[in-house]
């Protein structure tokens, strides 16, 4: 089962910092938390994953919280292209991955 | 990191029928993963192919309705057996490689009639 719990939507304008929260508060000490999306139901594409600090790449940043009960994905500057569902999950023991519904994040212009 | 392929992309298959749907990746990788996307709906992992062995099959999911084969580190099939217009999906491989990184394949689209 999944471990996240994210909203089901949200809107950004364009040009504008789109923040993506997740709840995963019964993560264990040493399960990773990675982040991907999905546009138009191709395969999803990662983005970004962390274990306890703060993570940065050209794609975008993701904020976990002291006690790694919930991170925040920031997509620094939204463009059109980032319409799409984006999945917070946890990776488990055997590197499977549980999804969970997503938060379908909708660019505006 | 590596790049997956699927065959074919799409299907249109009529129900009693099977489909036997196939994965290559272009690099070796440790583990292969096959998923189910229903209409509207996020993915559910059906399966983890296992080279050499018997694939580990998550609750729900039985051999007989999905076998799964993979006789090496780079290629993987999933047969979907028996179909109904249930099993009208989008079934995805997905492989780890030595980064980490899970990456996947563009998907199968199946429609069942």
């Known amino acids: 089962d999944a471990k996240t719990t994210q909203p089901p939507s949200m809107d950004c304008a364009e040009g504008r910092a789109a923040n993506l929260p997740c709840n995963h508060s019964?993560?264990?000490?040493?399960?990773?938390v990675y982040w991907y999306r999905q546009i138009h139901s191709q395969g999803p594409q990662y983005i970004i994953h962390?274990?306890?600090n703060n993570e940065t790449n050209e794609m975008a940043s993701l904020i976990i919280t002291e006690d790694r009960k919930s991170s925040t994905l920031i997509l620094p500057h939204a463009t059109l292209r980032d319409t799409a569902v984006y999945y917070c999950i946890v990776r488990v023991d055997g590197n499977q991955f549980y999804f969970g519904t997503g938060t379908s994040l909708t660019v505006i212009p | 990191s590596a790049v997956i392929s699927q065959k074919p992309s799409r299907d249109i298959c009529q129900r009693g029928t099977s489909l036997t749907i196939q994965c290559q990746v272009d690099s070796q990788v440790t583990m292969m993963f096959w998923y189910r996307q229903q209409p509207g709906q996020s993915l559910t992992l059906i399966a983890t192919?296992?080279?050499?062995?018997?694939?580990?099959?998550e609750s729900g999911f039985v051999i007989d309705k999905f076998p799964i084969s993979r006789p090496n580190l780079t290629f993987s099939t999933l047969t979907v057996s028996n179909m109904s217009p249930e099993d009208s999906s989008i079934y995805l491989c997905?492989?780890?490689?030595?980064?980490?990184?899970?990456?996947f394949g563009p998907g199968t689209r199946l429609t069942v009639l």
């Open positions: 192919a296992n080279q050499g062995s018997e694939a580990t099959y």
């Open positions: 962390g274990l306890k």
């Open positions: 019964t993560i264990s000490g040493n399960e990773y």
């Open positions: 997905s492989g780890w490689g030595r980064g980490n990184e899970q990456f």
